[in-house]
């Protein structure tokens, strides 16, 4: 049981981790070269910068990358639109306050033009700049190639080349030093004493303020296995006592795989009040989503999670991708773009997530369950609270089940399972069907190799009639019995 744990821990955080430092990248991409064309100067005064909201909204989309080792996509398709005259974002502009860009794509892959074009449009609008970017430097023991080990180097790249552009650097988002040079232990890990590294970064920043004097700089932590919201406590009044100041805030990235992440958020948020450090969450899909949609859905149902179960109100709120979801930005008036989420977000929150009436609505959702039996913390709700970050287990092999109880007979045009498997192989699961009053029925089986992750759809011919009930039987498998998610689709009338 201890090593599939670990294992699942592991999966979780290496898809929720920030983008990755690319060692030695190419430079000739910082040319004047550019296809797309920066708007025209205006003469009315721009709009001031205002930092003072409740909460601070950030946004900060995928930018176009090149595909690498671990990164198999390449950002959002119109990226640079955002930048053009009257992009069609206008609505979810005004309620930003900060565009956040990542340092990979600053330093090394932005041409000059796009850099311009950028400082130009969010100048034009009253957006304060920020940049996220590692602020360690490795050493000949550790550090080579492990995330937040960017340096000061790449650092100083980042805040000339914006300054360049007539830029000024407003934020800067420290990429996960804590986690990465304490807790991590991978290849080249360093774990080094809290103490260092609260030197170290104080050295980045007293860097970088040699170009930007004003910079405003926080930190962006994982909330995840061997970092828990008491560790991240102690880090902020460990950095404290060490440099005799504040990190100006503390964004969690969030893995969702943790069942007491909102409530861990809301205390960090506490400690934070109490020491005057301003906190906030990074609201995403999963890695793993195929579309935007999918990917939007369950921020949606993460933020509703937070704000409306448990009425929480961070002090900055942040819209941010590192995953190949979304494609598409724009236009803000169509649904599933990120600026419509946006807008959605600030104008009705209980709009989001998942459809949960009429044709096409997700029927499983947060119905009541039974089941066969669970883990403490993996808890047959899991499998239909609409998040793929979350799980049901029954902490056993096969053969085990889990039952939903649809609430009242609907027609059934789909059902979707999604698989939550190590070691993968050959499974075999049955799924039932009964009405109300009726006996279960077999209505399809599934037999084959599985993976983790994996999704098995039944589309019947037509839609099943009158079920109110299902059940998903694991009679085989090499794994514990377990599911990320049970999706039951409303054929309608």
Not at 208 to 231: H, N, S, W, Y
Not at 395 to 407: A, K, N, R
Not at 466 to 472: A, D, L, P, Q, S
Request: hydrophobic letters at 40%; proline letters at 6%; a negative charge.
């Amino acid at each position: 049981m201890k090593t599939r744990l670990i294992w699942l821990i592991v999966i979780f955080f290496s898809v929720s981790c920030s983008l990755p430092h690319t060692p030695n990248p190419p430079t000739s991409t910082q040319q004047t070269t550019s296809s797309v064309t920066p708007p025209p100067a205006v003469t009315e005064t721009p709009p001031p910068l205002s930092l003072d909201a409740q909460p601070l909204v950030w946004f900060a989309p995928l930018p176009p990358l090149a595909v690498t080792e671990g990164r198999s996509f390449t950002g959002s398709d119109d990226f640079m639109a955002l930048f053009e005259e009257d992009a069609p974002w206008q609505t979810a502009a005004s309620h930003i306050q900060v565009f956040k860009l990542y340092g990979e794509w600053v330093a090394y892959k932005a041409t000059d033009t796009q850099l311009k074009q950028v400082v130009q449009y969010l100048e034009q609008h009253g957006i304060a700049l920020a940049v996220e970017a590692g602020p360690l430097n490795a050493t000949s023991n550790c550090g080579q190639g492990v995330e937040s080990f960017a340096g000061t180097e790449e650092g100083l790249n980042i805040a000339r080349r914006i300054k360049s552009a007539g830029g000024t650097l407003t934020f800067i988002a420290l990429d996960e030093p804590y986690y990465f040079a304490h807790v991590y232990d991978g290849p080249n890990a360093c774990h080094w004493d809290v103490q260092k590294i609260a030197q170290d970064v104080d050295t980045y920043i007293q860097t970088i303020k040699g170009i930007f004097p004003d910079v405003i700089v926080g930190d962006t932590e994982p909330l995840t296995g061997g970092a828990d919201a008491q560790a991240y406590m102690d880090w902020l009044d460990t950095f404290k006592s060490v440099n005799g100041y504040d990190l100006a805030f503390l964004h969690m990235d969030i893995d969702w795989s943790r069942t007491t992440w909102a409530d861990e958020v809301i205390a960090l948020q506490t400690h934070g009040k109490l020491i005057h450090v301003p906190v906030g969450i990074i609201y995403t899909g999963n890695a793993f989503d195929t579309t935007d949609e999918d990917w939007l859905s369950a921020a949606g149902e993460r933020v509703k999670k937070l704000e409306i179960e448990k009425n929480a109100s961070p002090d900055h709120i942040l819209f941010q991708s590192w995953n190949d979801k979304p494609d598409h930005v724009l236009p803000e008036t169509t649904e599933f773009t990120f600026t419509n989420f946006i807008d959605t977000y600030i104008t009705d929150k209980s709009a989001l997530g998942f459809k949960r009436e009429g044709e096409g609505a997700n029927l499983a959702l947060g119905k009541p369950v039974r089941v066969s039996r669970q883990l403490a913390d993996s808890v047959g709700a899991l499998a239909v609270d609409g998040d793929l970050g979350t799980l049901w287990s029954a902490g056993s092999g096969p053969t085990q089940w889990i039952e939903i109880d649809l609430g009242a007979e609907y027609n059934i045009k789909e059902i979707t399972l999604t698989t939550s498997q190590y070691p993968e192989g050959r499974t075999v699961h049955r799924v039932l069907g009964r009405s109300a009053s009726g006996q279960f029925s077999e209505l399809t089986k599934f037999d084959g190799n599985t993976v983790d992750g994996q999704t098995l759809v039944f589309t019947p011919p037509s839609p099943i009639q009158g079920i109110r009930f299902i059940r998903v039987e694991t009679v085989a498998s090499p794994s514990w019995v377990a599911w990320r998610e049970i999706e039951v689709m409303d054929a309608g009338k």
